[in-house]
């Protein structure tokens, strides 16, 4: 096991249930036409934004509100055993930094819900105001890849963060909820379907 490397985590949809806690916010705000649970408009929708009829005016400016807004991050609920998990792999390769494409305008909310659930104390990177949100996945990738080998991967939900990483990149992405293998071989990538198979993954010296 390398000793000298720590590793970086995501935090949405990686820690926290953020997408869930939109669906029910928007929800609650906005109306629900097509009368779907949240678990239901989880599968049909890719994000809480994505549906055609929250695209108001009023709907687009509760979203902004709500990606700004410190309190709100202070409540999203957790997945459940990140903390407990994450706590155990701090002691066998630590947690180093969280790299999250929110923006610098929330970092004391997300300081905030990490202490709250016992998360380690590790820096945490957010998205500075010039990077557009769409450029989120191509800035994360960047600084992974100026960051190694200080740190040595990453645990992320985001698919896309693997497309933009140049095949250069000698550290491994723990893509969380990935199921099937991968189509990029260039770079080192370990799908882990839940936490506990993140742990088993990570307490197992060979794969990193
Ligand atoms: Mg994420």
Not at 155 to 169: A, K, R, T
Not at 175 to 199: A, F, N, Q, T
């Amino acid at each position: 096991m390398k000793k000298s490397g720590g590793l970086a985590l995501d935090i949405d949809e990686t820690l926290s249930r953020t997408n869930y806690f939109w669906v029910e916010y928007l929800q609650l705000k906005l109306g629900n036409p097509e009368n779907l649970s949240i678990e239901e408009m989880e599968i049909k929708y890719k994000y809480a934004s994505d549906p055609g009829y929250w695209q108001t005016d009023n709907g687009l400016n509760l979203m902004e509100e709500m990606r700004n807004d410190d309190v709100f991050q202070e409540n999203l609920p957790l997945i459940e055993n990140s903390n407990t998990v994450v706590q155990k792999i701090n002691k066998i390769l630590p947690i180093r930094a969280y790299i999250t494409a929110r923006p610098d305008s929330v970092l004391k909310g997300t300081e905030k819900w990490l202490e709250k659930h016992n998360f380690p104390k590790a820096k945490i990177i957010t998205r500075p105001l010039e990077v557009r949100a769409e450029d989120g996945n191509k800035w994360k990738a960047k600084i992974l890849e100026n960051l190694y080998p200080e740190i040595i991967g990453i645990i992320d939900d985001n698919p896309g963060l693997i497309d933009c990483l140049s095949s250069d990149y000698k550290g491994t992405v723990f893509l969380y909820k990935g199921i099937s293998e991968h189509m990029r071989k260039d770079i080192k990538i370990v799908p882990c379907k839940d936490w506990e198979h993140v742990w088993q993954t990570l307490s197992t010296a060979s794969v990193y």
